[in-house]
């Protein structure tokens, strides 16, 4: 059974793992990021767990901006906790656990938190072929992204709250 719950800092080493392996490495956050973003942001971090094993993970930080500029990804100061969006940095789930609803719970118990810390939407940027996934639960692409992270081509994506 997979439990949604926050993540401790000592899941650090772990979501790194994950993150090295779900994404290229050029877009990918190491270790020592994920703890500073942790520090700032640690309420805004969840995993996935299956028994004891960490199986996936969400983070984002909270922003006014109604887009999700590069430089949120290595500057954690840049969290705005009085921000009116949340954003989402990644969300990722081991290989060998995909496909079976474990990113879709993640999504919606964020939604659920940003939901809960009053805000009025939540910003991201996903590639083509994600389109359709964040779609279901009501996200909205506003356009191509002018990021660069990566090297990828991204889509600034919206979903409005209801609060």
Known sequence: MIKIEKAKAEDLHEIAK???ICFPEAEACGYEEFVKRYKVFGENFLVARKEDKIVGFINGNETSQRFLPDCFYSDASLHDAEGIY???FGIDVLPAFQHQ???S????????LAKEKGKQGIILTCKDRLLPFYEKFGYQK?????STHGGAKWNDMFLEIDV
């Open 86 to 88: 949340m954003s989402v």
């Open 142 to 146: 506003l356009q191509d992204s002018a």
């Open 18 to 20: 994950i993150e090295a």
């Open 105 to 112: 719970m993640l999504m919606h118990d964020y939604i659920d």
């Open 101 to 103: 609803g474990i990113a």
